[in-house]
C-alpha cells in the first residue's frame, strides 16, 4: 500500500520539466508586470497555485515566451539546461538595470538505476526518458514550494529602485557546451549590471530538479 501511494503522489521526469516550466512561465510574466515593463492593462489576471499572477495578453509577447520555455523543457530532460536570465534594461540607453536568474540543479538523489537508463536514453529519445525515472516528492509539497516562491517574486517590488525609464526585456539560456541550439539563435556573453545588490529568493525543488531564482539590480547610493 505504501508502495502504492508513493508511485501516485510522485513526479515523473516529464512532469518535474512541465512544472519547471510553468514556474518559469509565471514568473517572467509576473516580473513584467511587477516591474511595469508594459501598460497594466497590457495583462489579464489568472490563478495558478492559489494565486492571482498577471499574465501579459500580447500574442508576440507569449510567442517569445513560450518559444524559449518549449526549448527549455525539452533540455530539461536532456539535463542541457544550466540557468535562464531575465534581462531588464533601459530601452533608450540598452543600459541592464535588472537581472533575473532561474538557476538550474539536476538532483541526483532519486534511484541509481533509473538515473543511470536515463543518461542512456537521453542520448536518442528523450520519450524514453520521461518513462524511466521518478522522483521521490509529493506533487502537493513542491506545488506549496512554488506558490512560496511566485508570492516572493510579487512582493519584490517593495525593495526593488523603481524603474522609472521605459524598458525593454530579453532572455538568455545558459547550457552545456555540447548542445544544439535551433539555427536562429545566437551565442551572446553574459550580462553584468554595474554597482549592482543581490537578492536571494526562496528555492524550490521537485527532487528532479532543483530552482533558485536570484535578483540582481543597479543600485544608486
Not at 509539497?141 to 516562491?149: S, T
Amino acid at each position: 500500500m505504501a508502495t502504492t501511494q508513493k508511485t501516485e503522489n510522485a513526479i515523473t521526469l516529464k512532469g518535474s520539466a512541465k512544472l519547471v516550466t510553468e514556474y518559469l512561465s509565471l514568473g517572467i510574466n509576473s516580473i513584467l508586470f511587477q516591474r511595469g515593463i508594459y501598460p497594466p492593462e497590457s495583462f489579464k489576471s489568472e490563478q495558478h497555485f492559489g494565486l492571482t499572477i498577471y499574465v501579459a495578453t500580447d500574442k508576440e509577447i507569449q510567442d517569445f515566451i513560450n518559444r524559449i520555455l518549449g526549448q527549455i523543457k525539452d533540455w530539461l530532460l536532456q539535463e542541457k539546461v544550466q540557468k535562464l536570465s531575465l534581462i531588464i534594461s533601459n530601452r533608450n540607453t540598452k543600459e541592464v538595470l535588472e537581472r533575473w536568474d532561474f538557476k538550474l540543479q539536476y538532483d541526483k538523489s532519486s534511484d541509481e538505476n533509473d538515473a543511470a537508463s536515463v543518461n542512456t536514453a537521453s542520448k536518442t529519445d528523450s520519450t524514453n526518458a520521461e518513462k524511466d525515472k521518478i522522483g521521490n516528492k509529493d506533487i502537493k509539497v513542491i506545488q506549496k514550494e512554488i506558490r512560496d516562491v511566485l508570492r516572493q517574486i510579487c512582493s519584490t517590488v517593495s525593495f526593488l529602485p523603481l524603474l522609472d525609464a521605459p524598458c525593454a526585456f530579453d532572455c538568455l539560456i545558459f547550457t552545456n557546451f555540447d548542445t544544439s541550439v535551433p539555427e536562429n539563435w545566437v551565442e551572446t556573453e553574459p550580462v553584468f549590471i554595474a554597482n549592482s545588490q543581490e537578492v536571494q529568493l526562496r528555492s524550490f525543488s521537485t527532487s528532479l530538479h532543483k530552482m533558485d531564482t536570484v535578483v540582481s539590480y543597479k543600485y544608486d547610493e
